[in-house]
């Protein structure tokens, strides 16, 4: 699995809501709702959902022992990824965009700093951060923030 061998021993300190979705290979559910923030044109162009509050949010994982594929449903926005680790870094890949992402463990919150980003192999200046962290026993909170883009946060909880 990619994201215990991202944090490594950090993994198992990580709340039992995190661990236990990112544990196992196979096909993984969540469901729950999502704020999105954002100002507008370069947001819609990245594929933002549009803006607002408490909007219905599906996540579908598919996990093999290296490479999960991540759906993501917001209201009627669909977006999907594929994540792996290169180099001690998880990469996701969304069509022709690349990131690079150091994982690590700050206080109880999984964190996502990105190193890189690339356009078609063109480098982007993006910076982008992200975390996880749990919300009672089986859910989690998380935030995405993208500086001059947007940001979208919410709770999750496993089906």
Known sequence: ??????????????????????AAPGNRHASGTVTVRHAGALARLLG?????????TQ?????????????????AV????????????LVEAAGPVRMRFRVFLAGDAMQFQLVAARFLGI???LRVTASVRGAGDTSWEFEVNIA?????????EPQ
Do not use: C
């Not at 996540?59 to 209201?75: C, H, K, N, P, S």
């Not at 990824?81 to 870094?89: D, I, K, L, P």
């Not at 001059?148 to 999750?156: A, E, H, K, P």
């Open 59 to 75: 996540l579908d994982v598919i996990a093999t022992e290296d490479r999960e594929i991540w759906t993501r449903q917001f209201g």
């Open 1 to 22: 699995m990619i994201y215990p061998q991202l944090l490594q021993s950090d993994y198992a300190k990580l709340p039992r809501s995190v661990r236990d979705f990112h």
């Open 148 to 156: 001059w883009v947007g940001s979208y946060r919410g709770i999750m």
């Open 78 to 89: 669909r977006k999907r990824t594929t994540q792996w680790v290169n180099a001690g870094h």
């Open 48 to 56: 933002f959902p549009p803006p607002g509050d408490k909007i219905p």
């Open 123 to 125: 480098p982007m200046p």
